[in-house]
């Protein structure tokens, strides 16, 4: 038997729906990407300092700042420094995103990630975080790897799932942890976050 017209056309009906069914319940992920070009693209520095017993009453010194003496890609990067004399010591760059109310999302997060020297001790740690808070202490990141494994450009990357409580927004952070008794500095570029 031959299909008319309105089988047609409701055939064709149901095949929209279904599509349309199927962005809102699978939206493809949210992914921002920054390269540190114009500004700090919303990233914010932040850092869990101890006190600097050669300067009492005051943290070491750290600093978070768009540098164009180094890039991954473009003419600018995020350049982390801490005074890591003490031992001890989180510096990072930290970023707010809104989500849609989900029990739980998957959120993966990879990076350009810059360092002067090879060396077989750490020097640093590279560290990151995703959550539902705004990161404040050295115990919310997890930890990547050394952040001595090259000279050079490295990419590090991080998975986890974050159970939101339909909170709305999650936090995500990327930076470096103190591991040697030593003055210090790294770059960061490309950011990139996916959120699915
Ligand atoms: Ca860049
Ligand atoms: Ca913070």
């Known amino acids: 038997m031959k299909l008319n017209r309105k089988a047609f ?11 349309v069914a199927a962005w809102y319940f699978y939206p493809s992920p949210l992914v921002y990407s920054e ?10 520095a932040d850092a869990d300092v101890p006190l600097d017993p050669n300067n009492p009453g005051h943290p070491v010194d750290w600093n978070v700042s768009r540098v164009s003496s180094l890039a991954y890609s473009g003419e ?11 031992d001890d010591g989180t510096v990072w760059i930290e970023k707010k995103i809104s989500v849609k109310s989900k029990p739980q999302i998957r959120i993966e997060i990879s990076f350009e990630f810059y ?7 750490v020097i640093a740690r590279v560290c990151a975080y995703a959550g539902v808070s705004n990161p404040e202490v050295e115990d919310d990141f997890g ?26 927004e999650v936090w995500v952070a990327v930076g470096i942890t103190v591991g ?14 996916t959120i699915r």
């Not at 390269?35 to 914010?44: A, C, N, P, R």
């Not at 360092?115 to 001790?121: D, L, T």
């Not at 090259?150 to 990357?157: F, I």
Request: charge should be negative.
């Open 180 to 193: 040697w008794e030593t003055e210090m500095t790294y770059n960061i570029d490309d950011v990139r976050v």
């Open 115 to 121: 360092s002067e020297q090879e060396s077989f001790n």
């Open 143 to 168: 930890v990547l790897g050394s952040a001595n494994e090259v000279a050079g450009w490295k990419k590090y990357r991080y998975a986890t799932t974050v159970h939101t409580g339909f909170e709305g």
């Open 76 to 86: 600018y990067s995020m350049e982390l420094y801490i005074d890591g004399k003490q």
């Open 35 to 44: 390269s540190f070009e114009s500004d700090f693209g919303e990233w914010i």
């Open 9 to 19: 056309f409701v055939i064709g009906i149901l095949v929209i729906i279904s599509a």
